[in-house]
């Protein structure tokens, strides 16, 4: 079901795509905090959100409507310092696969680039780091999906920056701690992605861009016996 919260203490969740696209929330929720950029996941019957102004992540259970739990997401830069291209205090990204839990963000021990870290969902505590060596304010957007860190580059409207076009143009793979080469083109038909969601429910990427959501189905081929 989707839920829609961005610079605000409200969320507000949807029985259905009908209902969403109708505007008819069936719960709201008042968060504790503002949240800070687009990041936010729900897994396990909890939001996890970054704090407005701040690098720590915050758990909200919903069933209870109270928070659970806050985490410093340590050394991450936070409020417009490492955003996504396109800005939006999209420093700290949360994510969701069939691994777990998921942050990415960028740290100025590793010059901005890309950091990934799997965080225990219960106690909140981190369970692996993985810095890469892409900047993190060259991609649009990033998720996880089977462990492996994605980043989108994508076009946004009035920048002829990128005639490149739309791609996913980085991996990163936590199962084996390595980089690996990936080309895939990234349909942008409204020209400002703001949010890219994996979903391992129905293996689709959820995609926010420009007031549209859009829903692509991922297939994903055995791995490669020869690495």
Not at 25 to 36: E, F, G, I, Q, S
Not at 107 to 131: A, M
Not at 164 to 189: C, K, M, S, W
Not at 201 to 206: A, V
Request: hydrophobic letters at 30%; glycine letters at 6%.
């Amino acid at each position: 079901m989707p839920w829609t919260p961005y610079r605000t203490d409200m969320l507000y969740e949807y029985a259905s795509w009908d209902d969403f696209r109708q505007n008819r929330a069936t719960t709201t929720y008042k968060l504790p905090n503002r949240v800070d950029g687009t990041g936010f996941v729900v897994y396990d019957g909890a939001v996890f959100y970054n704090k407005e102004r701040t690098r720590n992540m915050v758990k909200y259970d919903l069933r209870t409507r109270i928070k659970s739990g806050e985490a410093i997401i340590a050394n991450a830069n936070y409020h417009d310092t490492s955003p996504y291209r396109w800005g939006g205090k999209s420093d700290i990204d949360l994510a969701v696969d069939e691994n777990g839990l998921w942050v990415i963000y960028a740290t100025e021990s590793n010059n901005g680039r890309l950091v990934v870290s799997q965080v225990n969902p219960y106690t909140l505590r981190f369970e692996g780091t993985w810095e890469t060596s892409f900047d993190k304010r060259l991609a649009s957007n990033a998720f996880m999906a089977c462990g492996v860190l994605y980043a989108v580059r994508s076009v946004y409207q009035d920048d002829d920056s990128e005639a490149g076009g739309d791609l996913i143009l980085y991996a990163y793979n936590t199962n084996r701690a390595r980089e690996e080469p990936v080309h895939i083109p990234f349909p942008n038909p409204y020209q400002y992605v703001s949010s890219v969601d994996y979903n391992p429910r129905d293996n689709q990427l959820y995609i926010w861009n420009n007031y549209n959501v859009l829903r692509y189905p991922l297939e994903f081929g055995p791995p490669d016996p020869t690495t």
